[in-house]
């Protein structure tokens, strides 16, 4: 059996202002060409297929349009669940009429979770769909209101699966989850505030392989059998060392799992630069000018429109660093909810941003009196 595993599309995302569809379309161009050359049994999309619960237009025509090319154009089946961004409802629409055309979507946790049946020349994989398991949605579809937590929700899900599981059959799951032990990235959306929401990986004992989207790296646990495929693109700048990949999976008549982790061709990298604003602009590469960059500077003194000198270089550069420029304690917290300082402090921490100092015991009286200016005149205008 051959399934060819994926997750964590995130259609219509964006990294900082830039809108990250056409890079979406030009990979999910390479997965179409890879289904073609891989021929798997099944494709398997673990989650978080859109980036919001309401995704955009064009986020929908991209799914509808890859789904068709590989349902329809590649006959290969798609399995499909809903992630932590994804709407279950939405993602739910017309499921009941999709499974004849080779697309089985899972958005809601439902009991019992009857599994899509795959065969080969070895007999059948049973593949058990399990959408992101929010502890109340998972109580509800129980009726066991004691379940509660993401680890005692799995937990009463993959238990389920195993009892229905036929003896001698294969099983798979497919999931969406964070399995304790994994690496996070700082693009994933928290599945618990103020806590971790893990799940152990013990969870998917009894499965011969367990799909799973959440976690972007790509990255295996309990000797390859519980894997995160990762997602389909860097979704930010610390990702920039990731080599983003699919998952094709092999598993053999005894249950054996044999996996190959295949890049995905990219429209454009995502990646971090550094050096001085001269060293990066007088001799640049002449490969990768148009990448998604962060550029770190490490000039010392004040540097002039430094945006627009790079992107005169490196049109797609998003977003500037000066490690060099620590701010103190009051200025850090300026940073970090300027809604809380007043305006003579976010100036000074500014001014310190610029140029590397505070502002002097001459210069502080010139700045408030110039606020005090602009906040008068402001309240007149109010007033009028």
């Not at 349902?71 to 009429?97: K, Q, T």
């Not at 998003?318 to 909810?337: F, K, Q, V």
């Given at each position: 059996?051959?399934?060819?595993?994926?997750?964590?599309?995130?259609?219509?995302?964006?990294?900082?202002?830039?809108?990250?569809?056409?890079?979406?379309?030009?990979?999910?161009?390479?997965?179409?060409?890879?289904?073609?050359?891989?021929?798997?049994?099944?494709?398997?999309?673990?989650?978080?297929?859109?980036?919001?619960?309401?995704?955009?237009?064009?986020?929908?025509?991209?799914?509808?349009?890859?789904?068709?090319?590989?349902?329809?154009?590649?006959?290969?089946?798609?399995?499909?669940?809903?992630?932590?961004?994804?709407?279950?409802?939405?993602?739910?629409?017309?499921?009941?009429?999709?499974?004849?055309?080779?697309?089985?979507?899972?958005?809601?946790?439902?009991?019992?979770?009857?599994?899509?049946?795959?065969?080969?020349?070895?007999?059948?994989?049973?593949?058990?769909?399990?959408?992101?398991?929010?502890?109340?949605?998972?109580?509800?579809?129980?009726?066991?209101?004691?379940?509660?937590?993401?680890?005692?929700?799995?937990?009463?899900?993959?238990g389920r699966v195993r009892d229905a599981l036929?003896?001698?059959?294969?099983?798979?799951?497919?999931?969406?989850?964070?399995?304790?032990?994994?690496?996070?990235?700082?693009?994933?959306?928290?599945?618990?505030?103020?806590?971790?929401?893990?799940?152990?990986?013990?969870?998917?004992?009894?499965?011969?392989?367990?799909?799973?989207?959440?976690?972007?790296?790509?990255?295996?646990?309990?000797?390859?059998?519980?894997?995160?495929?990762?997602?389909?693109?860097?979704?930010?700048?610390?990702?920039?060392?990731?080599?983003?990949?699919?998952?094709?999976?092999?598993?053999?008549?005894?249950?054996?799992?044999?996996?190959?982790?295949?890049?995905?061709?990219?429209?454009?990298?995502?990646?971090?630069?550094?050096?001085?604003?001269?060293?990066?602009?007088?001799?640049?590469?002449?490969?990768g000018r148009d990448d998604w960059l962060l550029?770190?500077?490490?000039?010392?003194?004040?540097?002039?429109?430094?945006?627009?000198?790079?992107?005169?270089?490196?049109?797609?550069?998003?977003?500037?660093?000066?490690?060099?420029?620590?701010?103190?304690?009051?200025?850090?917290?300026?940073?970090?909810?300027?809604?809380?300082?007043?305006?003579?402090?976010?100036?000074?921490?500014?001014?310190?941003?610029?140029?590397?100092?505070?502002?002097?015991?001459?210069?502080?009286?010139?700045?408030?009196?110039?606020?005090?200016?602009?906040?008068?005149?402001?309240?007149?205008?109010?007033?009028?």
């Open positions: 059996m051959k399934l060819l595993h994926t997750a964590d599309w995130h259609l219509g995302r964006s990294l900082y202002e830039a809108r990250l569809i056409e890079d979406q379309a030009h990979a999910l161009d390479g997965l179409v060409a890879l289904v073609r050359d891989a021929r798997p049994d099944a494709v398997i999309v673990a989650g978080d297929v859109y980036d919001r619960a309401v995704p955009p237009g064009e986020a929908v025509s991209l799914l509808d349009e890859t789904l068709n090319r590989i349902c329809r154009g590649e006959g290969v089946p798609v399995l499909m669940i809903a992630g932590n961004h994804d709407s279950p409802e939405r993602l739910d629409f017309a499921s009941g009429l999709t499974g004849d055309a080779g697309l089985h979507l899972r958005g809601r946790v439902c009991d019992p979770p009857a599994p899509v049946v795959l065969e080969d020349a070895h007999g059948q994989v049973h593949v058990h769909l399990l959408p992101y398991a929010e502890p109340a949605a998972v109580r509800q579809a129980l009726g066991d209101e004691a379940t509660t937590g993401h680890d005692a929700a799995m937990a009463a899900l993959t036929p003896a001698g059959v294969r099983g798979v799951a497919v999931a969406h989850a964070f399995v304790a032990g994994g690496a996070e990235s700082e693009s994933e959306r928290p599945l618990v505030v103020g806590g971790s929401g893990s799940v152990a990986a013990k969870r998917f004992d009894g499965f011969c392989y367990a799909a799973l989207g959440h976690l972007h790296r790509p990255q295996a646990m309990e000797g390859g059998r519980v894997r995160y495929s990762g997602s389909l693109l860097k979704y930010s700048f610390d990702e920039a060392a990731h080599r983003k990949s699919v998952s094709l999976v092999e598993i053999a008549a005894d249950g054996a799992v044999a996996v190959e982790e295949i890049a995905l061709p990219l429209r454009r990298d995502v990646r971090i630069v550094e050096g001085t604003i001269e060293q990066l602009t007088r001799d640049p590469p002449l490969l550029a770190r500077l490490h000039d010392s003194g004040v540097v002039l429109d430094a945006m627009a000198k790079l992107r005169a270089v490196y049109p797609n550069v998003l977003a500037i660093e000066r490690p060099s420029r620590t701010l103190g304690p009051e200025g850090a917290a300026a940073a970090r909810d300027h809604r809380r300082t007043g305006p003579d402090d976010l100036f000074d921490a500014f001014w310190e941003e610029v140029t590397g100092a505070s502002l002097s015991e001459e210069e502080r009286p010139v700045v408030h009196d110039a606020v005090a200016r602009a906040r008068a005149a402001e309240t007149e205008e109010a007033g009028r």
